[in-house]
């Protein structure tokens, strides 16, 4: 089974940055978009964006915007969640996962998963 993983959580102030990184090493994810989700205490886990193999496509859900951004280095088999201006509502457990096909929020939609990475946002 292949598995993703994550680095580049931790606790922060609110109003700071982290950036989230995921690799597959020794997997090439060639035509997979990637995809982070998050899953604060007590509620589902949901997309926060997504990005395709190629062309730049991304997907970003409304609440993020203007604030996280997600890229990738195909070279490097590795994906970023870049998370600025941080706020206590962001706290959760952030994975990455690889879905075949363009980029999507759907969970259901992805085959790979990460165990995930712990993010705390303190006011």
């Known amino acids: 089974q292949v598995q993703l993983g994550e680095a580049g959580g931790g606790l922060v102030q609110a109003g700071n940055s982290l950036r989230l990184s995921c690799a597959a090493p020794g997997r090439n994810f060639s035509g997979y978009a990637m995809g982070w989700f998050r899953q604060a205490p007590g509620k589902e886990r949901d997309g926060v964006a997504a990005?395709?193999?190629?062309?730049?496509?991304?997907y970003c859900v409304d609440s993020v915007k203007g604030r996280l951004t997600i890229s990738r280095d195909n070279a490097k088999n590795t994906v970023y969640l870049q998370m600025n201006s941080l706020k206590p509502e962001d706290t959760a457990v952030y994975s990455c996962?690889?879905?075949?096909?363009?980029?999507?929020?759907?969970?259901?939609?992805?085959?790979?998963w990460g165990q995930g990475t712990q993010v705390t946002v303190s006011s």
């Open positions: 996962a690889a879905a075949l096909g363009p980029p999507t929020r759907y969970t259901t939609r992805y085959e790979y």
């Open positions: 990005i395709a193999w190629i062309g730049g496509i991304t």
